[in-house]
């Protein structure tokens, strides 16, 4: 028979393998392989479409964004909330997410690991944007692991308590010395706070022309979750 696949939450995962079900590794999906467990899943659980990878992104610049090999590159505080996670529909960030992380053969494509669940390290779909004539620019997604993940997004690991992790991956990937790892964060910082000065607009074509539907945040509701843009310039 073919695979069926379950929405199955994660806090009920240990039940649902006790009754048979199989994880995806490429759909991110529980899944029953014979009608046995299908018809055991489907007394609890609801079936789930399989979702379909996107992995082309007219545009894309792949090559984006790789002068050094792992940087600290924070999202302007101006920017909150204007991520692609919170443009699309959630059933759009399976398909991408998907995409990014299979058209990598499921490794980080900064630091090369695999994901390593045991040690809480999985492969996450980044944004890089570029900031130009006042309009963040998505110029490419690329597959990190979460550790990657974590010293590109450093104030958010900092505010985590996660400093010391990203800091030393930081190090080890880029073979710095602590010296050269200050410089960094600095000019990091200097370039995110001169950013979150201003307004931004937006510019998600690479995922408009691969037939994705965009849907931005109006100022209202961005202001409605922290984000006042008011004192700033255009
Ligand atoms: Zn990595």
Same mark, same amino acid.
């Given at each position: 028979?073919? =695979?069926? $696949?379950?929405?199955?939450?994660?806090?009920?995962?240990?039940?649902?393998?006790?009754?048979? /079900?199989? *994880?995806?590794?490429?759909?991110?999906? *529980? $899944?029953?392989?014979?009608?046995?467990?299908?018809?055991?899943?489907?007394?609890? !659980?609801?079936?789930?479409?399989?979702?379909?990878? %996107?992995?082309? @992104?007219?545009?894309?610049?792949?090559?984006?964004?790789?002068?050094?090999?792992?940087?600290?590159?924070?999202?302007?505080?101006?920017? *909150?909330?204007?991520?692609?996670?919170?443009?699309?529909?959630?059933?759009? *960030?399976?398909?991408?997410?998907?995409?990014?992380?299979?058209?990598?053969?499921?490794?980080?494509?900064?630091?090369?690991?695999?994901?390593?669940? =045991?040690?809480?390290? @999985?492969?996450?779909?980044?944004?890089? @944007?570029? $900031?130009?004539?006042?309009?963040?620019?998505?110029?490419?997604?690329?597959? %990190?692991?979460?550790?990657?993940?974590? /010293?590109?997004? $450093?104030?958010?690991?900092?505010?985590?308590? &996660?400093?010391?992790?990203?800091?030393?991956?930081?190090?080890?990937?880029?073979? !710095?010395?602590?010296?050269? %790892?200050?410089?960094?964060?600095?000019?990091?910082?200097?370039?995110?706070?001169?950013?979150? @000065? &201003?307004? !931004?607009?937006?510019?998600?074509?690479?995922?408009? =022309?691969?037939?994705? &539907?965009?849907? %931005?945040?109006?100022?209202?509701?961005?202001?409605? &979750?922290?984000?006042?843009?008011? =004192?700033?310039?255009?």
């Amino acid at each position: 028979m073919m =695979a069926v $696949y379950f929405q199955i939450p994660h806090a009920d995962k240990d039940q649902a393998k006790a009754l048979g /079900a199989r *994880w995806s590794t490429e759909l991110e999906l *529980w $899944y029953a392989a014979t009608d046995i467990v299908a018809g055991r899943l489907a007394e609890r !659980w609801k079936q789930a479409t399989p979702p379909t990878p %996107l992995d082309t @992104f007219p545009g894309e610049d792949r090559a984006f964004g790789q002068a050094t090999r792992l940087y600290v590159d924070m999202i302007p505080s101006s920017c *909150w909330l204007t991520n692609v996670r919170s443009s699309v529909s959630a059933d759009d *960030w399976k398909q991408i997410s998907l995409g990014v992380k299979q058209r990598a053969h499921r490794h980080c494509e900064v630091c090369h690991a695999p994901a390593d669940n =045991a040690n809480k390290v @999985f492969l996450e779909a980044h944004e890089r @944007f570029e $900031y130009v004539n006042g309009v963040q620019v998505l110029r490419r997604l690329v597959c %990190l692991c979460s550790k990657c993940h974590g /010293a590109t997004h $450093y104030g958010h690991a900092t505010a985590k308590g &996660q400093e010391q992790e990203a800091r030393a991956h930081l190090m080890h990937i880029n073979g !710095w010395n602590s010296a050269e %790892l200050e410089a960094h964060i600095r000019s990091a910082y200097a370039l995110w706070s001169s950013r979150s @000065f &201003q307004q !931004w607009g937006l510019d998600l074509s690479i995922l408009t =022309a691969a037939g994705v &539907q965009v849907r %931005l945040p109006s100022q209202d509701e961005r202001l409605r &979750q922290g984000v006042d843009l008011s =004192a700033l310039r255009t």
